[in-house]
């Protein structure tokens, strides 16, 4: 099955600065991959997410990119901010057929944003 | 608009009784539905998920069961409850349609367990 590795586990920058979280994923057939954002105590939220007809993913502050070749992708958070603030998790899913309707998802990265 | 309604949001139960955690989906027919626990500071473990009605894969051998009665309901049950079962329960759903495409996930606001 899938495995997704996701590094940093924590990381934390000046506001203002850009953060960039990375994930590599083993099953060459995935072709979907979310980013989810976790705030304490609460849900976890899908900010941005891309599919492997494309490489590069923009959503004001947000982008993500996708190299297939490597099987690696990447979050980068421009201009952080306070609220930036939480834990960030990668996904990937190959296509849904017989039992791969399901996401595998990284570990986790705590950013911290200082002030 | 879809929405998902889990509960109760906290739960406090001693070792050895039973569990019953319940999730509905609305707006949508024939999704996707998951049950995730997350352990203190950890991260997402999938339990359960179902593309239909009485269809369950279970992904992780424990005490915990679970079961899709309704198009758009979820139960995660348990008969006696272990403290390794404290954590926080995710319930989440996904469009299910034809495409070469997953589609990501809407969590519920989960159900924060603790077992004494």
């Known amino acids: 099955g899938e495995n997704v590795e996701q590094h940093p586990s924590t990381l934390s920058v000046q506001e203002g600065d850009s953060a960039v979280i990375k994930c590599t994923y083993s099953?060459?057939?995935?072709?979907?991959f979310p980013w989810y954002k976790q705030e304490l105590g609460k849900r976890p939220q899908l900010i941005i997410d891309?599919?492997?007809?494309?490489g590069e993913k923009k959503d004001q502050r947000i982008a993500v990119t996708l190299n297939k070749t490597a099987k690696h992708f990447s979050l980068h958070i421009t201009e952080t901010q306070p609220e930036d603030s939480a834990v960030y998790f990668c996904?990937?899913?190959?296509?849904?057929?017989?039992?791969?309707?399901?996401?595998?998802f990284g570990t986790g990265t705590r950013l911290t944003i200082i002030p | 608009s879809q929405t998902i309604h889990q509960w109760p949001a906290t739960l406090v139960q001693p070792v050895g009784s039973p569990l019953s955690l319940e999730c509905t989906v609305e707006?949508?027919?024939?999704?996707?539905l998951y049950w995730y626990r997350q352990a203190a500071g950890r991260g997402l473990q999938l339990l359960f998920y179902?593309?239909?009605?009485?269809?369950i894969s279970s992904e992780v051998p424990q005490n915990l069961s679970a079961s899709r009665p309704q198009d758009r309901q979820f139960i995660l049950s348990s008969k006696k409850l272990l403290l390794s079962d404290s954590g926080f329960y995710l319930c989440?759903?996904?469009?299910?349609?034809?495409?070469?495409?997953?589609?990501?996930?809407?969590f519920g606001s989960g159900t924060r367990l603790t077992v004494v």
């Open positions: 179902s593309v239909g009605i009485g269809q």
């Open positions: 989440a759903w996904s469009v299910r349609i034809a495409a070469i495409f997953n589609y990501g996930y809407t």
């Open positions: 891309i599919r492997s007809n494309v």
């Open positions: 996904a990937a899913s190959p296509p849904p057929n017989f039992g791969n309707e399901k996401l595998t």
């Open positions: 099953d060459s057939a995935s072709n979907y």
């Open positions: 707006g949508t027919s024939n999704p996707n």
